[in-house]
């Protein structure tokens, strides 16, 4: 019998609660069981990375369960090879520890991860990977959460916890929308999760679909590897130069909302934005009514901060087309009417949380439509039974860094009140 089974058998015999809860677990299946003495964080992105980190500081075990074979996934298998950090590293840093002061301003896809991998290997963060969380659920008889987890080879393990943290973000699946005729198209249709680089659309005509960050990156790309982009706007959007007056604008941003309303800033980033690249809307980049930041606190859209694009899109490298309506053999048909052939098209629509596909004792902090908290940042973090989320501000990595340590502060005044909870971490497996 394993030593740390034994440890638990023995707190057994004083507290008749706890074995008449634990023999319940154990029989309830065939399933191979893991009692966690600490909390359960899922998703081992930047966020859950954060969260374990901050209770390690606090000396609070946790297990962090990724269905991935690496860390950040997200960053290091969909991401495009020219992509940076759209912010300034210190809006990006990860609680406890900075960048190297040697990176750049915008560091790379590449320092980035190298960043997060030395961030996991300073505090011993090690991810269970290729383990999907198919199942969560807060047990009310037993008063724990139950993770249920299937891994690589289809064995299938249920994690035992008292706390539960969701650090599985905004962008946890890709946004594929349903265009009339796709099947009829017989070119190459992908989203973004799955481009890489503009070289093998050389000398192509492509049609990225989406003007956010990414589509505008996209379209840039595919002009330096020679390809012939056109971008799909079917909405308005802000525009804004990544600099403003010899600032980062998001961090000018922050400073001016410091002392101004937030209608205020919003003029200014209008005024100077239009200073600076000239009237959006003569390019077919209509700007929304509300400001960039009004728009962004209400709708969670981010403004676009310009690399270089716009300059393309003037000098009529990157051509701006309406919706589409339906699709035809290597051809688009536009709501307006025209048609046009295209060899490619990317899909720059985005990613969706996939909360509401695992965990099903969530309604009450996480909305069934969207997979988001239903409380707003700075209070959406907490939910009730030891529920947490991380990674759900429409912040960002600055978001998660605000949460994080306040999700380890909580767990770890429950953790030292508990004393029961010192025990080792311990694996069950029932019997067939």
């Known amino acids: 019998m394993d030593y740390c089974l034994r440890e638990i ?45 901050c209770l390690k500081e606090r000396g609070v075990p946790s297990i962090v369960l990724e269905r991935s074979n690496c860390i950040a996934s997200l960053w290091q298998l969909k991401t495009y090879d020219r992509l940076r950090l759209h912010l300034p590293k210190n809006f990006c840093e990860l609680p406890i520890m900075g960048f190297p002061e040697e990176f750049p301003t915008y560091p790379t896809k590449q320092q980035f991860i190298d960043y997060l991998e030395k961030y996991a290997e300073k505090f011993d963060i090690q991810p269970r990977f290729n383990e999907t969380v198919k199942h969560a659920e807060y047990d009310r008889v037993l008063g724990f959460w139950r993770v249920r987890t299937v891994g690589g080879k289809g064995e299938e393990t249920e994690y035992v916890c008292q706390w539960l943290v969701v650090a599985t973000g905004e962008n946890a699946e890709a946004v594929v929308p349903e265009i009339e005729g796709m099947g009829e198209f017989g070119g190459d249709i992908r989203h973004t999760s799955l481009y890489k680089s503009g070289a093998e659309f050389k000398e192509k005509k492509v049609l990225v679909v989406g003007c956010g960050n990414s589509g505008m990156e996209v379209c840039l790309d595919l002009c330096h590897h020679s390809a012939k982009p056109s971008l799909v706007v079917r909405d308005t959007v802000h525009v804004l130069p990544r600099k403003m007056l010899g600032k980062s604008t998001f961090g000018l941003s922050m400073w001016l909302l410091k002392w101004l309303p937030i209608r205020l800033v919003d003029e200014f980033l209008l005024v100077v934005s239009r200073l600076v690249l000239g009237d959006t809307s003569r ?74 596909s695992w965990l099903k004792e969530g309604g009450e902090m996480f909305s069934e439509k969207d997979g988001l908290p239903k409380t707003p940042f700075p209070n959406g973090w907490k939910g009730e039974s030891g529920l947490y989320a991380v990674g759900f501000t429409k912040r960002g990595i600055l978001g998660a860094s605000i949460d994080a340590p306040k999700i380890a502060q909580h767990i770890h005044s ?19």
């Open 9 to 53: 058998e023995g707190k057994q015999l004083h507290d008749p609660l706890f074995t008449e809860k634990m023999s319940k677990i154990k029989s309830s299946s065939s399933l191979r069981y893991v009692w966690v003495t600490g909390p359960v964080i899922v998703g081992a992105g930047p966020s859950g990375l954060a969260v374990a980190a």
């Open 414 to 432: 429950c953790w030292i009140s508990q004393p029961k909870h010192s025990f080792p971490t311990i694996s069950i497996q029932s019997p067939p």
């Open 283 to 356: 390019l077919g980049l209509d700007r929304p009514q509300l400001g960039p930041l009004q728009l962004k606190n209400m709708s969670g859209k981010t403004p676009v901060l310009d690399v270089g694009t716009l300059a393309k899109i003037k000098s009529g490298d990157i051509k701006v087309c309406p919706g589409m309506k339906r699709l035809k053999r290597h051809t688009v048909e536009f709501v307006d009417g025209k048609m046009e052939k295209f060899d490619a098209i990317i899909l720059a629509t985005g990613y969706k949380s996939n909360v509401p």
